[in-house]
Nanobody, 117 residues
């Protein structure tokens, strides 16, 4: 069972920033696409961003320019830098991993992000 450990969530004011972190096992991190999904209250889970082992990235169109995904191979960690946060960004954020861009086979336990207006 692959374990993804998220950290960095919390409460932030509208317009503020947060950085989420996710540590993965090295054997997974080095070969898989890593990413973040989120689920807002009352809505379906959606993909936020993905990054492959070669630092290729994809983003949800609505989040481009505000969110940045990155990875640190030395620490087996993927980050999500979130800037200019809006109330609509409130939700549970899940670290993800999978063999390619379109398939996720493991999610972390999730971490709460709350943006106050």
């Amino acid at each position: 069972q692959v374990q993804l450990v998220e950290s960095g969530g919390g409460l932030v004011q509208r317009g503020g920033s947060l950085r989420l972190s996710c540590i993965a096992p090295g054997s997974i991190f080095s070969r898989n696409v890593m990413g973040w999904d989120r689920q807002a209250p009352g809505k379906q889970r959606e993909s936020v961003a993905r990054i492959n082992p070669f630092d290729g990235t994809t983003y949800a169109d609505s989040l481009k320019g505000r969110f940045t995904i990155s990875r640190d191979n030395a620490w087996n960690t993927v980050y999500l830098q979130m800037n200019n946060l809006e109330a609509e960004d409130t939700g549970i954020y899940y670290c993800t991993t999978g063999p390619n861009w379109s398939k996720v086979d493991t999610w972390g336990q999730g971490i709460q992000v709350t943006v106050s207006s």
